[in-house]
């Protein structure tokens, strides 16, 4: 199993995290990833006063990692978009591969 840590904090609680928004199409990931087994689980943890939100995903391997964040699909559908809306608005990511 590979196990990655992901957290956000952003400057205030008026500013929606990016997975809020629900403007993603998820269906190219359930099916090359999820479906497949490659991705194992996720769960998602908000801090007390809103400003944290960290995300724990569970692969099946690190291939099974690497392969997704190196997904071009999954770039442009959902990395990309991530990232600029996280710098646009000052959300931080601090990640623990």
């Given at each position: 199993?590979?196990?990655?840590?992901?957290?956000?904090?952003?400057?205030?609680?008026?500013?929606?995290?990016?997975?809020?928004?629900?403007?993603?199409?998820n269906?190219?990931?359930?099916?090359?990833?999820?479906?497949?087994?490659?991705?194992?689980?996720?769960?998602?943890?908000?801090?007390?006063?809103?400003?944290?939100?960290?995300?724990?995903?569970?692969?099946?391997?690190?291939?099974s990692?690497?392969?997704?964040?190196?997904?071009?699909?999954?770039?442009?559908?959902?990395?990309?978009?991530?990232?600029?809306?996280?710098?646009?608005?000052?959300?931080?990511?601090?990640?623990?591969?």
């Amino acid at each position: 199993m590979h196990i990655v840590t992901r957290t956000y904090q952003r400057p205030n609680i008026n500013i929606p995290f990016f997975e809020d928004l629900k403007t993603r199409d998820n269906a190219y990931i359930i099916r090359n990833f999820v479906q497949n087994g490659k991705f194992v689980s996720s769960s998602k943890v908000d801090s007390a006063d809103g400003l944290t939100r960290t995300y724990t995903r569970t692969w099946v391997d690190e291939d099974s990692y690497l392969e997704f964040i190196s997904d071009q699909i999954v770039f442009k559908t959902h990395v990309g978009p991530k990232v600029a809306y996280n710098k646009t608005h000052g959300i931080i990511t601090i990640e623990n591969p």
